[in-house]
C-alpha cells in the first residue's frame, strides 16, 4: 500500500482545517436532515429540489426545460434527466415535447407534484432555519 507524506500533499495539519471537508461534511449532515423531514412527503432532497425549481421557474415561463432546470439549479444536466424521469413515474411532473426546440423536453408539475411540494416547502424551510441557526 502506498502512504501519502500528508505533510507535504496538504497545508492542513488535521482534517478540521480544510474548509472544503468542512463543507463537506456540512452539507451532508445537512441533506441527511432535509431527507428525515422529506420522507412523510416521500420524496428525496434532490427530488424536492427538482420539484421546487420547476415550480419557481414556472412562475415567470410558460415553458421550463430540463436545461433550464440545470442551469438555474446549477446540476448536471444527466442528473436532472435522471431524477425528473422518476418524478414523472411518480406522476409528479410532466414531460412533454417542446414545442421551440425537438431536442428538448418541457417540464410541467402536474398536480401531484404540486401538491407535493406545497406540503413539502414549510418543511424544508423549517428544517432549513434550524439547521443553519445551529451553525452560527
Known amino acids: 500500500m502506498a502512504n501519502i507524506d500528508w505533510t507535504k500533499a496538504s497545508k492542513f495539519a488535521e482534517s478540521s482545517e480544510s474548509p472544503g471537508f468542512n463543507l463537506w461534511q456540512q452539507f451532508h ?3 441527511r436532515l432535509i431527507n ?3 420522507a412523510p412527503c416521500g420524496v428525496t432532497q ?3 429540489s427538482m420539484l421546487a425549481v420547476i415550480g419557481y421557474l ?3 415561463k410558460a415553458i421550463v426545460t430540463q436545461q433550464d432546470v440545470s ?3 446549477s446540476v448536471d444536466r444527466m442528473l436532472v434527466s435522471q431524477i ?5 413515474k411518480d406522476g409528479m411532473v410532466n414531460r412533454s415535447a417542446n414545442p421551440h426546440d425537438a431536442r428538448a ?3 410541467t408539475l402536474t398536480k401531484k407534484g404540486a401538491n407535493r411540494l406545497a406540503k413539502a416547502l414549510p418543511l424544508v424551510e ?4 434550524e439547521f443553519f441557526a445551529e451553525q452560527q
Open 46 to 48: 434532490m427530488q424536492f
Open 126 to 129: 423549517q428544517a432549513d432555519e
Open 84 to 88: 425528473v424521469r422518476r418524478l414523472e
Open 71 to 73: 442551469k438555474f439549479a
Open 29 to 31: 449532515q445537512w441533506q
Open 58 to 60: 414556472s412562475r415567470d
Open 36 to 38: 428525515q423531514t422529506l
Open 105 to 107: 423536453f418541457s417540464l
